[in-house]
């Protein structure tokens, strides 16, 4: 199974977890969900992902891998994952 990203820009994103979240989130959540779904599925140093990724005031730490399995970033990490990406048999 392969996937194909939408490749959003950082305002769509933002936009989008504020209109599914109603902003019930703090904006240190919302960087690393988005962060870690730009370092996750750009394609290139030409995409929109990359670029947000490029300016993220979000930086991991140096054994993370994603975002935490326990906080509100992975709930908002999945929810961008199902709105921008389509998964291809």
Same mark, same amino acid.
């Given at each position: 199974m392969s996937y194909r990203c939408n490749d959003p820009t950082g305002t769509e994103m933002e936009k989008f977890l504020e209109e599914r979240f109603n902003g019930q989130y703090d904006d240190f959540d919302s960087a690393?969900?988005?962060?870690w779904f730009c370092s996750d599925y750009? @394609?290139?140093? $030409? @995409?929109?992902?990359? $670029?947000?990724? $490029?300016?993220s005031d979000f930086s991991p730490s140096m054994s993370s891998t994603g975002p935490s399995s326990d906080g509100m970033a992975k709930e908002l990490y999945n929810a961008l994952v199902k709105k921008f990406v389509g998964l291809i048999d």
């Open positions: 690393e969900a988005i962060y750009h @394609s290139g140093q $030409s @995409s929109n992902l990359y $670029s947000v990724l $490029s300016v």
